[in-house]
């Protein structure tokens, strides 16, 4: 953004702006693909920019305050554009050579200026903005400049670009979830009231298409899968879990059997062209059934498959929590993992909670290779199988949970904490001891008066404002504990 009737009285500064503009757009395009309009310094070149946003289907706009520009000159661009705006007030030097500067030199480095005009119109016309405040970072002071601009290694170039990059990652969220395919396999748990969804609104608000899986697609493509892929599926899943022996503990939890192995294994295969077939980006899934029906076998292979889709970007959630899925999803789209979770067991002597599930696990985030137990029953549901035991690396993590309030709108809660190298039960599910900022007891009333839905999707890294900003952008209340 600029003011035209400067360029006249200052030569160079609309080249030197432009410079600047060319400088964001490099940094920006190591993270998206990039549209640079260039220049807009009135109020036709506003409207001008807003109909090519438009064209361009951008995600994201960042407008660059790069001197004094009025408001009206800006406002046209995000009446037309609707993407969600952020404001750049990124100002070239660390501090004016006051002795030696001219008016031109000045408004070069005065950015922040029209940023308050800017707010107080979006504010008054109802349009969204954020802002982000720092240094350029440039590595070279420009020849027509009398200050020092070499600035990224100051803080405050580092953390503006810290943040820029996290509005771009997340912008890629509500991009990727529009183009999605959700599977639906089953039902949801029966009486599981935090889980049921309405399937509508999860589409109006996030995106995603839903698609409706019964269990008979999966079993007719069970009957398809040779015993050569069966076979490429054991040598995947020996490559990547450790086959546990019996649990010393738990009687219920022994060494997986040969027979349990090759129809893991066997699912697993029909599970991938489940994935291809309807071309799925992520799957929720739950089959209670009757005792000793085929398709409780048909469940009870399910775990080994599922983990596998989850660690190559199909996230799979049990118990049929769709809302769950879409928090994996969410992780797993910025890179972070993601792996289905709930409250196992507080450790009061360590003041840990254990999260975790008897599956599926994002194995591209676990601590070590994760261990294949063979389970005598699965509890609270029909059937037995093979399970996987395993823990998140220990160092920071976030937990995503996704949950509907009472007017059905979709709600994030997010805390960050520590996974520990704390102890774990040896059952065949997997726990992660996490260590939260406050006490157990403390930061458990927290989150259960946001009327969280019972599971959670855990992430590795400190991810609060990357979450944050998603929220954001896709127009959803969030919370960070």
């Not at 501090?95 to 504010?123: D, I, K, Q």
């Not at 704390?422 to 997997?430: A, D, F, L, S």
């Not at 008066?449 to 855990?458: N, Q, S, Y």
Request: net charge negative; aromatic share 10%; charged share 20%.
């Amino acid at each position: 953004m600029g003011l035209k009737a400067y360029w006249e009285q200052f030569p160079g500064l609309r080249d030197r702006l432009l410079a600047y503009g060319r400088f964001i757009e490099g940094k920006l395009s190591d993270w998206a693909e990039v549209m640079n309009f260039g220049l807009v310094d009135t109020e036709g070149e506003g409207r001008k920019a807003g109909e090519w946003f438009n064209a361009n289907q951008v995600d994201l706009v960042f407008c660059h305050a790069a001197t004094y520009s009025t408001s009206s000159t800006v406002l046209p661009v995000h009446q037309i554009c609707k993407s969600p705006v952020v404001f750049l007030n990124l100002q070239p030097t660390e501090r004016m050579n006051y002795e030696s500067s001219t008016t031109g030199e000045w408004l070069a480095h005065c950015g922040a200026c029209p940023v308050p005009e800017f707010a107080n119109a979006f504010a008054r016309a109802g349009l969204p903005f954020q802002v982000v405040n720092g240094l350029l970072g440039l590595d070279y002071s420009p020849d027509i400049s009398l200050t020092n601009e070499i600035t990224y290694e100051r803080t405050e170039a580092i953390s503006a670009w810290k943040e820029i990059e996290e509005w771009v990652k997340a912008a890629s969220v509500p991009r990727n979830l529009r183009y999605s395919r959700f599977g639906f396999l089953g039902n949801t748990y029966s009486g599981m009231l935090d889980m049921y969804s309405d399937f509508t609104m999860v589409q109006a608000q996030s995106g995603i298409h839903l698609e409706m899986l019964e269990m008979c697609d999966l079993d007719r493509l069970v009957q398809e899968v040779t015993p050569q892929e069966v076979k490429a599926k054991l040598e995947e899943v020996h490559e990547m879990f450790e086959i546990s022996g019996d649990s010393p503990s738990d009687p219920i939890a022994r060494r997986p059997t040969k027979e349990q192995m090759e129809w893991s294994c066997k699912v697993a295969a029909a599970q991938e062209r489940l994935v291809r077939a309807y071309d799925l980006d992520a799957l929720t899934y739950y089959y209670h059934g009757a005792p000793g029906g085929h398709y409780e076998e048909l469940q009870g292979g399910f775990i080994v498959g599922h983990s596998l889709l989850t660690a190559r970007g199909i996230p799979c959630s049990g118990e049929g929590d769709l809302k769950t899925a879409l928090a994996m999803k969410i992780c797993d789209l910025l890179g972070t993992g993601g792996s289905f979770s709930e409250i196992v067991v507080v450790d009061y002597v360590d003041e840990t909670i254990i999260l975790g599930h008897d599956g599926p696990f994002h194995i591209a985030i676990s601590q070590g290779k994760p261990i294949l137990r063979g389970m005598g029953l699965y509890h609270g549901k029909q059937g037995s199988g093979v399970s996987v035991e395993a823990k998140v690396k220990t160092g920071p993590i976030t937990t995503l949970n996704v949950t509907q309030t009472g007017d059905g709108k979709l709600k994030l809660i997010i805390s960050e904490g520590e996974s520990t190298n704390g102890p774990i039960m040896r059952i065949g599910n997997t726990q992660t001891p996490v260590k939260f900022k406050e006490h157990p007891d403390a930061y458990m009333k927290r989150w259960f008066m946001e009327a969280p839905t019972h599971h959670c999707a855990m992430a590795i890294g400190h991810q609060a404002r990357l979450f944050e900003k998603v929220g954001c952008l896709m127009n959803m209340n969030t919370v960070i504990l």
